[in-house]
C-alpha cells in the first residue's frame, strides 16, 4: 500500500471489533511522512499484522481551508482519496463515528456489530 501512513508513535485512544477486523483509533500521532494526522482509524483482519484500510483526519491544505480546516481522508491498496473536508474531523468523536461507517461501506461489514473494546 503505497500511500500508507508512516506512523513513528502514536497514542490508542479507542479499539473496536468489527466482524473479524480490529479496529484502532490513534492520536497524537508524530509520522515520518508529509502529513500530519490528527487521527488514524486503521482497520486489521484478525490474525493479521498490517492494516488493509486507514482513514485519517489531517489538516487541509490551505487552498481548502475555505471548506474546512481538516481532510477525511481513505487509504487502501486501492484506493486513496479525500472524501471530505469539514472543521468537525478535528473532534474524536466525530472522527470516530465516520471513519468507522466509512470503513464499514468500504469493508462489507455493514451486517457486523461495532463492538467498543476501550
Known amino acids: 500500500m503505497q500511500d500508507r501512513p508512516q506512523i513513528k508513535t502514536a497514542l490508542p485512544k479507542r479499539r473496536y471489533q468489527i466482524g473479524d477486523h480490529a479496529a484502532t483509533l490513534l492520536g497524537e500521532i508524530e509520522s515520518a511522512d508529509d ?3 490528527r487521527f488514524i482509524l486503521a482497520l486489521v483482519p484478525l490474525g493479521e499484522q ?3 484500510l486507514y482513514v485519517t483526519s489531517e489538516p487541509a491544505p490551505a487552498d481548502r481551508r475555505s471548506e474546512g480546516a481538516y481532510d477525511l481522508r ?3 491498496q486501492s484506493l486513496t482519496d479525500v472524501l ?3 472543521d468537525h474531523w478535528q473532534h474524536l468523536d466525530a472522527f470516530a463515528d465516520q471513519a468507522i461507517d466509512i470503513a464499514q461501506q468500504i469493508l462489507g461489514l455493514r451486517n457486523h456489530q461495532v463492538i467498543k473494546l476501550i
Do not use: F, R, W
Open 50 to 52: 498490517e492494516p488493509l
Open 35 to 37: 502529513h500530519q494526522y
Open 74 to 76: 481513505v487509504i487502501s
Open 84 to 86: 471530505d473536508t469539514a
